[in-house]
């Protein structure tokens, strides 16, 4: 088998091991206001991010297949909360507050800032973040404190774009361009950009593989090869 026969081939045994791995249980664990809350670290953590409306909750819920799981973090009370989601028994998904509210009072994102600040720093259970961008607008200034955050505290994160459908044809590899450019002297954002839409289901087949390959490199455990389907 040549070299790009044997990628295909690992990046499909990683997207069924992904779509196993989310198929599975997947609980809500606890809502985190205060720093002397957060759970112990424990497994492999990845969390997402993204600005208020960006589709941070319909992407959980396309990720899952499951509705009511990221209604919890939008429900009031919880906005401003770290929600911890348990998916498998290896991994651990953390939904951050929705930033960039136009009208939230600065004492708000003061203490949002505070309390990401926090979570990110030394936080060595976190594999990856997830920086959701809205595929119609792109990297704006609303984006740039998070990004120069993990940047800064050498987190790495990958660039999720979303509502990809709301992309006329054409667009695509423009917005794709840019971003890639955005981020290319960021030292700690993933070269790959990973487009999405929770509506069409594009690209979540592909970010289940990218968080199972993730789980696998952190654990060191073996990718699970699918058995092969025996036909009569
Ligand atoms: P959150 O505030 O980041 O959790 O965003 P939501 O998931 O609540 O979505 C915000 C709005 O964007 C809602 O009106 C969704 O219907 C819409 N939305 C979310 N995902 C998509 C998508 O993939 N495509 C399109 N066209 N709209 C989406």
Redesign the pocket.
Known sequence: MNDAAETAKETAAFEETGRRLFAGPCTFVMGVAKFEQLPPMQGVEIAMA?R????????VNALTGRRALARV??TPGRTQELNFFRIGDALTLVDLP?YGFAQAPEAKVKAWTRLIVDFLRGRTSLARVYVLIDARHGIKGTDKPILDMLDRSAVSYQIVL??A??LKSGQTETRLAEVASAIARRPAAHPDILLT???TDQGMPQLRGAIARLLAERTGSNIQVPAPTISH
């Not at 208020?52 to 992407?59: E, P």
């Open positions: 993204g208020s409306n960006v589709g941070k909750s319909s992407l973090s939008h929705g979303t509502k459908d709301e839409s929770s509506r």
